[in-house]
């Protein structure tokens, strides 16, 4: 059966940083591309970033490009976003999800989301 | 990398069917044939009901059906269910590898 378990969220200050985790089972982990996706509370789905097989290749939103760093760790079936210079606006539930397999399909199975929250 | 358009909310009685519709445009679910529909019910994890338009993962009821024309794709779900309310999102590969959802739209079942 395939699990996405995501950790980390808090809640956190403006301009802080924050690293989110998801821990995988039940697939081939370094065999696919993962995503993280966003939802603001009350608001739709956000596609935040997304990362090839082996790392080397990473993609991210305009919204977060150059605050957020998406990264795995094939070893350990984790994948990380690492978040700096948060923003309220950042306030949301953070998903990552598996891609249907490489970097030009979109996700497939999810996990349930760590709640982040921005604010003084 | 504008969300796509959902309508806000779609109705239907059991056994009806009802369609929901996503537009966007020629560089995202026009210019490609990535287009995926999710099921979200609260406090679950998102479900994945349509991929490459019209593709069903196994396990999805064939009540489940996508299908597109030009910037416009849509999921259609025949003979409604209780369990059929939910929140559904499209969402389109808009190339450079990034990825664009709609709004949403809450389906409910009367």
């Known amino acids: 059966e395939v699990q996405l378990v995501e950790s980390g969220g808090v809640v956190v200050q403006p301009g802080g940083s924050l690293r989110l985790s998801c821990a995988v089972s039940g697939f081939t982990f370094d065999d696919y591309a993962m995503h993280w996706v966003r939802q603001a509370p009350g608001k739709g789905l956000e596609w935040v970033s997304l990362?090839?097989?082996?790392?080397?290749?990473?993609y991210y939103a305009d919204s977060v490009k150059g605050r957020f760093t998406i990264s795995r760790d094939n070893s350990k079936n984790s994948l990380y976003l690492q978040m700096n210079s948060l923003r309220a606006e950042d306030t949301a539930l953070y998903y990552c999800?598996?891609?249907?397999?490489?970097?030009?399909?979109?996700?497939?199975?999810w996990g349930q989301g760590t709640l982040v929250t921005v604010s003084s | 990398q504008s969300a796509l358009t959902q309508p806000a909310s779609v109705s239907g009685s059991p056994g009806q069917s009802i369609t929901i519709s996503c537009t966007g445009t020629s560089s995202d679910v026009g210019g490609y044939n990535y287009v995926s529909w999710y099921q979200l019910h609260p406090g679950k994890a998102p479900k994945l009901m349509i991929y490459d338009v019209s593709k069903r993962p196994s396990g999805v009821s064939n009540r489940f059906s996508g299908s597109k024309s030009v910037n416009t794709a849509s999921l259609t779900i025949s003979g409604l269910q209780a369990e059929d309310e939910a929140d559904y999102y499209c969402c389109s590969y808009a190339g450079s590898s990034t990825w664009v959802f709609g709004g949403g739209t809450k389906l409910t079942v009367l």
């Open positions: 999800a598996k891609a249907e397999y490489d970097i030009l399909t979109g996700p497939d199975y």
């Open positions: 990362i090839s097989w082996d790392g080397g290749s990473t």
